[in-house]
């Protein structure tokens, strides 16, 4: 059995890749960089609790999330990458990609949401979508996260028995494991077609989400060229004298419950 990363010494080293992603983050928008990371692969591979670490101590104004729905109705007239392009970074911004374009390569391919057709023109625009991007001066990043399908089988047996985490258990996902060589050969031909010098595919093994999580972030680092910006010096300025305002009545206000004090009150009562 494959030795796991310790808790102690995962905490240790994502503290410290957390705090260079602030870094990063604040070279980003001192230097107008744009940059998107795209975040695919099995389901319950772990890319939905990557991208929360990865964001845990960003500012949201500069670094955000897509995770786009189910196309509407409108959306399934238009070109096909169109209302991601409405979702890209402009000067200064990261956008992480909780999925992307390449569902139309994955679960709309292998569940018959899309056409052969629809299938085969998304494999030949990738790569020129992606080349323009690119062109354009934007770090485009991709990241393919794998799991083993008995990892696969125990997350999602985790999730359908605890009620925390039961919506991220759906109909679609359990197909996975159906549908787990189907998935395996879209895979393989997705990156047979969109693995691109300009921008590769990077695959992350995550069997251990600790160690993946580690590895992924530190790629991450390794691959934007950010330095150390050096923040503005700010002053707290003195408070000032008080100046005769009082405060009206709390009673004629609204207020919370304090159910904290209640709470602490029984614990000390309870010992």
């Not at 010494?9 to 870094?23: G, I, N």
């Not at 992480?96 to 994955?106: Q, T």
């Amino acid at each position: 059995m494959t030795r796991r990363m310790s808790k102690a010494l995962y905490e240790r080293e994502l503290m410290a890749l957390q705090a260079k992603l602030v870094d990063m983050q604040a070279w980003v928008e001192h230097s107008g960089a744009r940059v998107v990371v795209i975040f695919e692969g099995r389901d319950a591979a772990g890319k939905g609790s990557t991208i929360k670490r990865v964001m845990e101590y960003l500012n949201p104004r500069v670094t955000r999330i897509v995770a786009l729905p189910t196309p509407s109705v409108r959306d399934k007239t238009r070109w096909y990458f169109q209302r991601y392009v409405a979702h890209l970074p402009a000067a200064g911004e990261i956008v992480l990609f909780d999925r992307s374009w390449y569902n139309r390569a994955g679960v709309e391919r292998v569940m018959g949401y899309c056409t052969n057709e629809e299938y085969r023109r998304f494999l030949h625009q990738a790569p020129i979508f992606e080349r323009m991007l690119v062109e354009d001066g934007i770090i485009l990043l991709k990241y393919w996260f794998s799991v083993s399908d008995v990892v696969q089988e125990e997350r999602f047996r985790s999730r359908l028995n605890d009620p925390m985490r039961r919506w991220k258990l759906s109909p679609n996902d359990v197909m996975s494991i159906t549908k787990w060589e189907d998935y395996s050969r879209a895979k393989d031909n997705m990156f047979l077609h969109t693995d691109i010098a300009e921008a590769p595919w990077y695959e992350v093994e995550s069997d251990d989400k600790r160690a993946s999580r580690i590895n992924m972030i530190a790629h991450l680092l390794s691959k934007v060229p950010y330095e150390k910006v050096e923040w503005q010096q700010i002053e707290i300025p003195p408070r000032p004298p008080a100046g005769g305002y009082e405060r009206p009545p709390r009673a004629w206000t609204n207020s919370v419950p304090d159910v904290a004090r209640d709470l602490m009150k029984r614990h000390a009562a309870e010992g």
